[in-house]
């Protein structure tokens, strides 16, 4: 008699708690959601989507061509090692967009020389006459 009790709790025991554990997974989902902040697509800080400068291998911001977002505020005296770029965008951005809170100056040389224009926030260029080799970016 005994063994059959241990044989039928054994079971009920299993199931209950999973069930439990189920439930908290469902309750952790949740608590995650609301404890999640909003995306802040003006964000100040290095990296937040406003903090950026998109370049795009190819006019009017064909996300078909190569294209690469850099989000890190900083001056690059060129831009061939970009942080997180896996290619050298020295010269090579035909079309580009900088973020609500950035503002850029491309230089069409490397060391921050030869001709420079200001990019203020929010500028988008769907066909660009200076292709940048080095810039500096700053972000409010």
Known sequence: MRRKRVLITAPVLAAGLLLAGCANDGNSDSRTEETSAPEDTSSTEEGGDGCFIHFF?????????????????????????????????????????VGESASVTIFSEENFEG????????????????EPQSLKMTCD
């Open 115 to 130: 001709d420079s224009q200001d990019l203020e926030p929010g500028t988008e260029q769907p066909g660009v006459d200076l």
């Open 57 to 97: 291998d190819g006019d009017d911001f064909d996300e078909n061509d190569d294209n690469f977002k850099l989000t890190e505020a900083g001056e690059y005296e060129n831009l061939e090692n970009l942080p997180g770029a896996d290619q050298d965008w020295t010269d090579e951005a035909d079309s580009l967009k």
